[in-house]
T-cell receptor
Framework: EAQVTQNPRYLITVTGKKLTVTCSQNMNHEYMSWYRQDPGLGLRQIYYSMNVEVTDKGDVPEGYKVSRKEKRNFPLILESPSPNQTSLYFC????????????FGPGTRLTVL | AQTVTQSQPEMSVQEAETVTLSCTYDTSESDYYLFWYKQPPSRQMILVIRQEAYKQQNATENRFSVNFQKAAKSFSLKISDSQLGDAAMYFCAFIFGNEKLTFGTGTRLTIIP
């Protein structure tokens, strides 16, 4: 089954404790991206990747890191999480670029205390 | 600046009736792509419909259709024969020249049995 998976689905952590949210797709997609969703703000892009070893900032990259060492994986790293990073996070992928239909993962609910 | 506006935070419709969700945008680009995404209570983001700005014909997908008015910069979604399963948050989204998917703030649709 073609899908985008994210882990964990739920995470409660404390300020400053490094964490990684994994994202994996099995569709051989080139384009992958991360979004955060906050009430009243819709979804905002954090980082995106056009292909392996190619990443770029979205609208709200501060406090986040990403890497794209393999085509299928695009982890989101919070080196020192803060309460303002409490949010719902989505990973998405598409075949040949952002203009192609994007497939979203199920979301990760992160709470930073 | 490129902006996307959904002016209706909440809407409701009687089951089997028709409802229209509005979305307006502002851009100086001439080539762009427009989308409507649905987010049911499961939080999964699901593509409902896609429209290319260069196409004059409005896109349709079964009970879902758009009214794309390029000169007015309006992109509304019409849902016909509303069903209980249509209850969700609906987001319009655009890809302008910078190859970034920009979302509106969403409209919560309630279906009244």
């Amino acid at each position: 089954e073609a899908q985008v998976t994210q882990n964990p689905r739920y995470l409660i952590t404390v300020t400053g404790k490094k964490l990684t949210v994994t994202c994996s797709q099995n569709m051989n997609h080139e384009y992958m991206s991360w979004y955060r969703q906050d009430p009243g703000l819709g979804l905002r892009q954090i980082y995106y990747s056009m292909n392996v070893e190619v990443t770029d900032k979205g609208d709200v990259p501060e406090g986040y890191k990403v890497s794209r060492k393999e085509k299928r994986n695009f982890p989101l790293i919070l080196e020192s999480p803060s309460p303002n990073q409490t949010s719902l996070y989505f990973c998405a992928s598409s075949g040949w670029g952002v203009r192609d239909t994007q497939y979203f993962g199920p979301g990760t609910r992160l709470t930073v205390l | 600046a490129q902006t996307v506006t959904q002016s209706q935070p909440e809407m409701s419709v009687q089951e089997a009736e028709t409802v229209t969700l509005s979305c307006t945008y502002d851009t100086s680009e001439s080539d762009y792509y427009l989308f409507w995404y649905k987010q049911p209570p499961s939080r999964q983001m699901i593509l409902v419909i896609r429209q290319e700005a260069y196409k004059q014909q409005n896109a349709t997908e079964n009970r879902f259709s758009v009214n794309f008015q390029k000169a007015a910069k309006s992109f509304s979604l019409k849902i016909s024969d509303s069903q209980l399963g249509d209850a969700a948050m609906y987001f319009c989204a655009f890809i302008f020249g910078n190859e970034k998917l920009t979302f509106g703030t969403g409209t919560r649709l309630t279906i009244i049995p």
